[in-house]
């Protein structure tokens, strides 16, 4: 299995544009994670999909922020419209059993 | 609500020295217990877990974490350190909360190795 896989891998954008971010499950993986990284705030999990079903999404910080998984094999992590508050390396992980699988992640910076 | 705690940041030793990294969680059960560990510009790689039965796990890359319920600890161990072994290293805790599985990340420490 190629493991998690995000794309892109880097993105630059301006800020008030519109960014995707996505992300492929490990097939067979009934759980996804969209998590962001700062160095001022560390790991934080935005939202968690069960069967494709988001649970939690406490996480999210504002209403621009949205996910979706339309299939278990696919989601993504909108940002609309983006900010420089929002530049921070997002990651996507996948789980079966509690075991967490993470993706390389997505460096975003917003100029 | 289940909590994670690694009390050290950042942590300095010499290459070949031995390791031990702390991670406290708090959680009224017994919780699942991992270990990942972070390369620069890399994703998290999981080193060990802990569901249950013996209290000693074995990990990747030379690593051991000893589950300790009465002291709601997991401390990482590595009898000798390598240089590629500088990285940053998360503690994290795995429960089921309304039938759902939930895990928490601690804060992490940062590994820096002196030759």
């Known amino acids: 299995d190629a493991g998690v896989i995000q794309s892109p891998r880097h993105e630059v954008t301006e800020m008030g544009q519109e960014v995707t971010l996505r992300c492929k499950p490990i097939s067979g993986h009934d759980y996804l994670f969209w998590y962001r990284q700062t160095m001022m705030r560390g790991l934080e999990l935005l939202i968690y999909f069960n069967n494709n079903v988001p649970i939690d999404d406490s996480g999210m910080p504002e209403d621009r922020f949205s996910a979706k998984m339309p299939n278990a094999s696919f989601s993504t992590l909108k940002i609309q419209p983006s900010e420089p508050r929002d530049s921070a390396v997002y990651f996507c992980?996948?789980?079966?059993?509690?075991?967490?699988?993470f993706g390389p992640g997505t460096r975003l910076t917003v100029l | 609500a289940q909590s994670v705690t690694q009390p050290d940041i950042h942590i300095t030793v010499s290459e070949g020295a031995s390791l031990e990294l702390r991670c406290n969680y708090s959680?009224?059960?017994?919780?699942?217990l991992f270990w990942y560990v972070q390369s620069p510009g890399q994703g998290l790689q999981l080193l060990l877990k802990y569901f249950s039965g013996d209290t000693l796990v074995q990990g990747i890359k030379g690593f051991e974490a000893e589950f300790k319920r009465s002291q709601s600890s997991f401390n990482l161990r590595k009898p000798s350190v390598h240089w590629s072994d500088a990285a940053e290293y998360f503690c994290?805790?795995?429960?089921?909360?309304?039938?759902?599985?939930?895990?928490?990340f601690g804060t992490g420490t940062k590994l820096q190795v002196i030759p």
């Open positions: 994290a805790v795995g429960t089921h909360s309304g039938g759902y599985q939930k895990v928490t």
């Open positions: 992980a996948s789980s079966l059993r509690n075991e967490q699988f």
């Open positions: 959680y009224g059960a017994t919780p699942y």
